[in-house]
């Protein structure tokens, strides 16, 4: 009975050792909130529901690791401070940024995203350089905004609540560029029809997109990331990727072939232009060649036929008559005359 007891006993300590180590954030619903317009990223359809890559990747993982995560969208400049003041549990969607990691703490990132510039077609900006003294928009407490307010960048910025305000506001007219997400710039250039806008690229800034949560919940972190990479081995990533972002991969794609043909053509030009550069070269130095060759030989000639007459002269020397003096007899005729 005494060797029961003790097992007994020592079985209770057990389960109240792990039952500590479970923590208290996790055992009831965990309250998540995302950025109400963040398509095809996250924002609230037209049921007034969730929707979008990082909210069927945040339930899927909640299924996998049995946790219970409620959900819901808010204006992403409040969502963001919520979390800081620490009266909601995860953000569905954040940029990771060594500034904001001073803040809250985030999971492995889930996505990479690239940030860039958005210009009118009309306007003369052609890269990242060019828009440093230019009026730019942003979203509110946004990745960029953190950038230009870090980098002094524009001569004036100016916030505004979401990235489709932001594209209405440079399609009608209104300030000269707008730094944004490519793939979320692109979704509402679709929808909205903004064909006087276009991305320039390279990107301006590529992050690292992560679940965030409060700082020091280490317990809620090391789940998400459990729950990540399960996720990820189980191949339920991947679908939910390819779900959201497939047809943004075939535009990637064709945009990086695009760069690779503009790059392969300008090789090829200048390829050609020095091709035929040093074929005209060698044709201009076998001509000059040739004059050269041309003059040579006729200085040969010339120098022969010089050596030639002089020695013709020197040779026909003794054969010429005798002189006649100005009488035109000669002298010894004159000498026999005079003899008589």
């Known amino acids: 009975m005494h060797r029961i007891f003790t097992i007994c006993m020592l079985a209770a300590a057990l389960l109240a050792c792990l039952g500590a180590r479970a923590p208290a954030q996790l055992e009831n619903p965990l309250v998540a909130r995302g950025d109400r317009s963040y398509p095809p990223y ?191 081995n189980k191949g339920t990533y991947r679908e939910i990727y390819q779900k959201w972002f497939g047809i943004y991969e075939k535009q990637d794609a064709w945009q990086t072939l695009r760069y690779y043909i503009l790059g392969l053509s300008v090789a090829l030009v200048l390829l050609g232009g020095s091709l035929m550069w040093t074929y005209l070269l060698r044709k201009q130095v076998a001509a000059r060649t040739r004059d050269l060759e041309e003059q040579t030989r006729q200085h040969q000639q010339t120098a022969q036929a010089l050596k030639h007459s002089e020695a013709w002269k020197q040779s026909a020397g003794p054969c010429f008559p005798a002189t006649h003096d100005r009488g035109g007899s000669r002298p010894e005729a004159r000498k026999a005359a005079n003899s008589w």
């Open 42 to 232: 996250e924002y609230t359809d037209e049921n007034g529901d969730p929707a979008g890559f990082n909210i069927e990747l945040l339930y899927a993982l909640a299924e996998e690791m049995s946790m219970d995560i409620r959900i819901s969208m808010g204006p992403w400049s409040r969502v963001r401070k919520q979390l800081e003041a620490g009266e909601i549990d995860i953000i569905t969607g954040m940029h990771y940024s060594g500034q904001r990691d001073s803040h809250v703490d985030f999971s492995v990132p889930h996505t990479r995203v690239s940030h860039v510039a958005f210009v009118r077609k009309t306007d003369n900006i052609e890269s990242a350089a060019d828009i440093a003294q230019k009026a730019i928009i942003v979203q509110q407490d946004d990745i960029m905004h953190d950038y230009v307010r870090k980098n002094g960048m524009g001569r004036s910025v100016h916030p505004v609540d979401d990235p489709e305000a932001a594209l209405s506001l440079l399609a009608s007219g209104t300030h000269e560029c707008a730094l944004l997400p490519l793939r979320h710039g692109l979704y509402y250039i679709k929808q909205n029809r903004y064909d006087n806008l276009v991305a320039i690229e390279p990107p301006i800034l590529q992050t690292k997109y992560c679940f965030a949560v409060q700082e020091g919940a280490k317990d809620l972190l090391s789940r998400l990331n459990e729950g990540l990479f399960a996720l990820k």
